[in-house]
């Protein structure tokens, strides 16, 4: 049996973007129809408003200028996740927040991971901290300028960037783009059951609007309610809330003027029980406060929010979000696979939701079952893939909470109990205390997250590697390049607009198209 109607269950951001790559890929397919079917009653959940750099190709591969982009979803660029507070206050003081950049550490050819080590070594207090040590965006982003100028062409940088975006208007964009440039038939209902054969397969929708409706692959993007990997199917739970703790999260948007500068990175304030994100919208700051209700009640994360808030929460919209943490045993079950959140859901740290959703949508799109008798080979081939890119998803978010060093709350302490660290994290944490991180300690093409990500995320919390052994030219070609990455550094950085700035001419003007 061929396949030739797909349907997808669910707008937001994983319904719209699996529409893109999909319909896209569906244009090679004869006689293949792409439908997608969004409840009219079901708001979006609006709260992933923070991507990575991998977001670019995606959008530039659908045909969406990025001057539209910027203009119709509120946009802001993003270098960076600013962590503060994520260390112990006391043995760090002020020496307390790090940038996990978007560029690559030591671009100047010499890795100076040795080199910082061993500074730290010496004067752990007093030493640069690892990015400004290895990458010339440090400095851009502290001076809060943005990465690209009004010449630069769309999508290019002097340094590597993603956004920050209004979710809601995201999703509006990526419709309009899929049903304009693709093909992908819109419709609007309450998907209320299914159908399933005799061996299992979906047949048939019902829905409150449109009736029964037949297809033959079916993409589930209904979010939390999984409607049906979940629910009809049956597909069970892999629950990590004994390796990720935070499992609520209260979320406000606070207003911003012109008079606002906007960080060109999403801060992260650690506090006792969890973090805060803090993400600036040109006329907006989305924030969240996530937290672990195992371990601080509604009352004292609403108290606590509200004083980051500096006392605005009453005054703000806000609502409570919880959150259960895990994902699906498989993501791609007989003739449906579920994307977005509908997959799973872990802690936003990272901005990981949409980069898992981009991710699936993309491989998924390059696999496309032509026949029925296609989808055991296909299904378990995305299932071993999706299952291990999760899996490195738990470890690094994890990883940022296992190496700090914090004894100010039962969270932290709680979080380095070696019960609740993956073993594949023990296994590269005892390999790290010796060596630093490699790309060679990294197995598969399918890391969501690599070696780069990993130095950040180390070295920024200072992370006790055992010194290397450096040879005096080393030692002379890494002061050299330190040097050359700070005058970089700050030559970027005075060259380049400031943030808002950028965002006004672009909204005012337009980037130049390549």
């Not at 080199?115 to 040590?133: C, D, G, R, T, V």
């Not at 609403?302 to 993501?331: A, C, T, W």
Request: glycine share 6%; with cysteine; aromatic share 10%.
């Amino acid at each position: 049996m061929e396949v030739q109607h797909i349907v997808i269950i669910g707008g937001g951001t994983a319904g719209w973007l699996a529409a893109n790559h999909i319909g896209k890929a569906a244009q090679l397919l004869p006689n293949v129809k792409v439908t997608l079917i969004e409840s009219p009653d079901i708001p979006t959940i609006g709260v992933g408003e923070g991507t990575v750099p991998a977001i670019k190709q995606s959008l530039q591969s659908f045909g969406i200028r990025e001057t539209d982009f910027i203009r119709d979803c509120d946009v802001s660029f993003k270098q960076s996740i600013k962590f503060c507070n994520w260390l112990d206050k006391h043995k760090h003081g002020d020496n307390n927040s790090y940038h996990h950049l978007f560029d690559v550490p030591s671009p100047l050819g010499t890795d100076l991971t040795p080199h910082w080590l061993n500074q730290f070594a010496k004067q752990p207090n007093a030493i640069p901290a690892y990015s400004e040590m290895v990458s010339p965006q440090h400095f851009i982003c502290e001076a809060l300028k943005a990465p690209k100028l009004i010449t630069t062409p769309e999508y290019g940088g002097k340094v590597s960037y993603a956004y920050h975006l209004n979710a809601a208007k995201f999703a509006k964009l990526l419709a309009s783009n899929a049903t304009s440039k693709f093909g992908v038939t819109h419709l609007k209902a309450n998907v209320l059951d299914a159908d399933l054969d005799n061996e299992g397969n979906l047949t048939e929708l019902k829905t409150d609007k449109l009736g029964n409706l037949a297809f033959d692959f079916f993409i589930d993007c209904s979010g939390f309610e999984s409607i049906l990997l979940a629910k009809k199917l049956q597909v069970p739970f892999v629950d990590k809330s004994k390796q990720l703790f935070v499992n609520k999260a209260i979320v406000a948007q606070v207003p911003i003027t012109e008079e606002h500068a906007i960080p060109p990175y999403t801060i992260a304030t650690a506090h006792q029980a969890g973090w805060v994100w803090d993400i600036a919208l040109p006329e907006r700051r989305g924030t969240g406060f996530v937290y672990s209700d195992n371990h601080m009640s509604a009352s004292q994360a609403e108290q606590k929010f509200n004083h980051y808030l500096g006392g605005k929460l009453d005054s703000l919209p806000h609502r409570e979000i919880p959150m259960k943490v895990g994902y699906r045993e498989k993501f791609w079950f007989k003739n449906c696979v579920a994307l977005g959140l509908a997959q799973g859901f872990l802690e936003p740290i990272e901005a990981t939701s949409i980069l898992l959703t981009d991710f699936a949508a993309s491989y998924l799109a390059k696999r496309l079952p032509q026949t029925m008798a296609q989808m055991p080979a296909l299904s378990e081939r995305f299932n071993d893939t999706m299952t291990y890119a999760w899996e490195r998803v738990v470890e690094f978010a994890k990883l940022h909470y296992c190496i700090s060093d914090r004894v100010d709350a039962d969270f932290w302490i709680d979080n380095r109990n070696p019960e609740s660290i993956p073993a594949s994290l023990k296994q590269k944490m005892m390999l790290w205390q010796n060596f630093s991180p490699l790309t060679d300690d990294l197995f598969s093409r399918f890391e969501v997250f690599n070696i780069d990500n990993y130095l950040y995320v180390l070295y920024g919390m200072k992370y006790r590697t055992q010194d290397a052994v450096n040879s005096d030219s080393y030692n002379q070609l890494a002061l050299k390049q330190v040097a050359q990455i700070q005058n970089i550094g700050q030559g970027l950085a005075a060259e380049l607009p400031e943030h808002r700035d950028l965002l006004n001419k672009i909204n005012q003007f337009g980037l130049k198209t390549i």
